[in-house]
């Protein structure tokens, strides 16, 4: 999948709530995006690097501490960048797809 | 029959067989060597042992006695292998068997070899240069440049080439296709930022190609200095300075016409050679942004400009380029760019021409100013004309050279300049010493200019009506001067008045 796709979806499944890796993959799996959990720990970490997330640890029972991330302001913002651009491009590939008439001969 | 041991993994202990042992250890080892040159990489393998732990603890609470070798493949298939990642992060290219898009890129690259185009993106005159790179796989300013030379060394026979490459080839959009390019930098310029554009591209210091641009022009300054200061007949070749003065001159002109700008953050990062992906070219707009730094803190700003590049990323890898072509790039050229260009130099050129003689009449007065000083009573008079004198002296002599002496070395530090207004308030008072020394050439002349006349007796008769009419037949007065050549010339008298002074009938 495109770099730039994946981290919009990973901002959109953060943008409904703090989430942590695994949620993440799962919420993603649901929508039918198959992507490996060791693309996401990079790409989280890239993120958080930029100032787009930021985390808290939490502790369970139940294992190790996990991280939950959530956006920051910086993040939203570009959120909203990518859910612009994302748009541009699907309004053209779809613009695109549906143009029926014939390309002219004369190149 | 197996061994088990013992582990401590992330504050727990986890009993793990052994060979599980090693198949976990060798998959932490390649993530850690993938991850190796990644900014916050620890972190990362720490987060994905963080997970394997956690998925180790569930495996041993829903009653597993310990973790075997089947528990830890399982987790290694569900997290990925290194390799995976790249092909995972990055956009598609070689695989086109996983990834059905890449045949786009298949069939573009296919193309190349096979035909020689002109470009119909990339161009300055009719894109032959540009079509030419493509096929040749190198920066298309690197053809222009040879191509340049090639004309010149030619006497113009390289042009007619040009022609006919332009009827004969057919034009195609294409895409240039090189990783690291030649651009002017813009951001880093004294004049039009040729030499930081060659020093990006070689990688080398930003002064060095200044000083090669330079080094025959003050070579030639300080030779001709002495030359003239010692008076002696130095009838030695002047090779190096004149001959080489001249022709980094010209490279130079011919470098900025051809050369683009590096403006937008992925053409930076090409005129660099570094990788253009979302993190460099993150850190190339912070770069840009803490150079003004008013901007710095504008967030909205650098969102916004980061996310153009990579909204403009994002539309060409749909297109299915391969990721190591440069995006396409705006043409901002043509001829009517070049025919600027020649402009802008042909000004900096009379620029410096001005500079140099005023700085040329300052060394003359200052040298000869202590000889000179106390004839000054002989032609300065007054109050007003000592002021105007020394205000003449500083304001339009001292004035520009001290002001172009500063930015010369703002520019060469690199300090940004202060503020907009200091322009201003030098220019002004450079007028202000151009006004006095006008001035004071007037009051001066004023001085030494005398009049004198000619008185003679005339008979007249009265007129016929009350009306007398006086002619002067003005090609009378004459003088004569002798030029430079010995010949000797006549000047037509200037006539200024003519008065009665006593009528005695």
């Known amino acids: 999948m495109r770099k730039g796709i994946l981290e919009f979806c990973i901002l959109s499944i953060i943008r409904r709530g703090e989430a942590y890796p695994s949620d993440i993959v799962e919420e993603m799996k649901a929508a039918n995006l198959n992507i490996l959990e060791g693309t996401l720990y990079p790409l989280l970490t890239r993120l958080k690097n930029a100032d787009m997330l930021t985390y808290r640890w939490v502790e369970s029972n139940s294992g190790p501490p996990r991280k939950y991330f959530s956006l920051t302001e910086k993040g939203l913002a570009f959120y909203r960048e990518l859910e612009t651009t994302w748009k541009e491009l699907a309004n053209a590939v779809d613009a695109l797809a549906n143009k029926s008439e014939k390309i002219s001969e004369n190149q | 029959m197996k061994k088990i041991i013992n582990i401590n993994f992330h504050s727990r202990v986890i009993p793990i067989e052994e060979t599980a042992y090693d198949i976990l250890r060798k998959y932490v080892e390649s993530l850690k060597k993938h991850f190796a040159d990644e900014e916050g990489g620890d972190e990362i393998v720490n987060d994905i042992e963080n997970r394997f732990a956690e998925l180790f603890s569930d495996r041993l609470k829903k009653g597993a006695v310990c973790i075997t070798d089947a528990d830890v493949n399982e987790i290694i298939t569900s997290m990925g292998r290194p390799e995976d990642f790249d092909q995972d992060e990055k956009s598609t290219n070689g695989n086109a068997g996983s990834k059905g898009s890449s045949t786009f890129a298949e069939e573009a690259t296919a193309d190349e070899p096979r035909r020689l ?197 994002m539309k060409d890898r749909s297109l299915g380029i391969k990721k190591d072509i440069s995006s396409v790039s705006i043409p901002r050229r043509g001829i009517g760019h070049a025919i600027g260009v020649l402009f802008k130099a042909f000004f900096l050129f009379i620029a410096v021409i001005i500079t140099f003689a005023l700085v040329a009449a300052l060394i003359g007065v200052i040298f000869s100013g202590g000889i000179v000083l106390p004839l000054k009573d002989y032609v300065i008079h007054g ?123």
């Open chain 2, 117 to 313: 185009y002109r470009s119909e993106n990339d161009k300055m005159l009719g894109g032959v240069c540009g079509g030419l790179a493509v096929y040749l796989r190198i920066d298309p300013s690197v053809v222009r440049i040879i191509y340049a030379v090639l004309i010149l060394g030619s006497f113009g026979t390289a042009l007619l080439l040009y022609i006919i490459l332009w009827i004969a080839l057919p034009p195609k959009s294409m895409v240039t296709k090189i990783k690291k390019r030649l651009f002017r930098d813009p951001d880093h310029r004294v004049i039009a930022g040729v030499a930081s554009g060659l020093a990006s591209y070689f990688n080398i210091e930003v002064w060095i190609p200044r000083v090669i641009f330079c080094l025959p022009l003050i070579i030639g300054l300080i030779t001709s200095i002495f030359r003239h200061a010692f008076w002696f007949d130095y009838d030695g070749p002047v090779f190096f300075t004149g001959g080489f003065g001249g022709t980094l001159f010209i490279t130079y002109i011919i470098l900025w016409i051809v050369l683009p700008e590096a403006v937008t953050a992925s053409e930076k990062l090409e005129m660099r050679g570094e990788k253009i992906d979302l993190a460099s070219i993150k850190n190339t707009i912070k770069s840009d942004l803490e150079g003004f730094k008013q901007k710095a803190s504008n967030v909205g700003a650098e969102m916004k400009q980061r996310a153009e590049e990579f909204g403009t990323e």
């Open chain 2, 383 to 505: 109050f007003w004309q000592n002021i105007l004198v020394w205000s003449a002296l500083l304001l339009f002599l001292v004035l520009p050279v001290v002001a172009l002496l500063t930015w010369l070395i703002r520019r060469i530090i690199g300090a940004r300049s202060g503020s907009t207004y200091l322009g201003y308030i030098f220019g002004s008072l450079w007028v202000v010493g151009l006004i006095s020394f006008i001035v004071l050439a007037a009051t001066i002349s004023r001085h030494f200019s005398t009049r004198s006349g000619v008185s003679d007796d005339v008979q007249m008769t009265s007129p016929a009506n009350s009306r007398l009419i006086v002619q002067v037949d003005d090609s009378r007065p004459f003088y004569i001067d002798s030029d430079w050549m010995g010949i000797n010339w006549r000047h037509k008298g200037p006539f200024f008045s003519i008065y009665l002074k006593t009528v005695s009938f």
